[in-house]
Nanobody, 115 residues
Framework: QVQLVESGGGLVQPGGSLRLSCAAS????????MGWYRQAPGKGRELVAT???????RYADSVKGRFTISRDYIKNTVYLQMNSLKPEDTAVYYC?????????WGQGTQVTVSS
């Protein structure tokens, strides 16, 4: 069993910053990729950013230039630095881990951007 524990969400004003963290533990076969998705009220879950073990990254167009994904490969942790936050970034952010066999999801952390 794989556990993903997220932290770092909260309420921030437009233009502000937050840093999300997600630590993986348990019976991890071999991590291929870790990253973040988000789901806003009334919308489907969408990719935010992912990073593979070889360092390849993917970003949603809407966050390019504002969000940065990074990983600590020893600690099996993924981070999402979010800058210049906008109200449309408000969502529940979910951590994902792919180990080449399965996708594992965190419980989600709420990010609210509002003045």
């Amino acid at each position: 069993q794989v556990q993903l524990v997220e932290s770092g969400g909260g309420l921030v004003q437009p233009g502000g910053s937050l840093r999300l963290s997600c630590a993986a533990s348990g019976s991890i076969f071999s991590i291929n990729e870790m990253g973040w998705y988000r789901q806003a009220p009334g919308k489907g879950r969408e990719l935010v950013a992912t990073k593979t073990n070889s360092g390849g990254t993917r970003y949603a167009d809407s966050v390019k230039g504002r969000f940065t994904i990074s990983r600590d490969y020893i600690k099996n942790t993924v981070y999402l630095q979010m800058n210049s936050l906008k109200p449309e970034d408000t969502a529940v952010y979910y951590c994902i881990l792919n180990d080449c066999r399965n996708d594992y999801w965190g419980q989600g952390t709420q990010v609210t951007v509002s003045s």
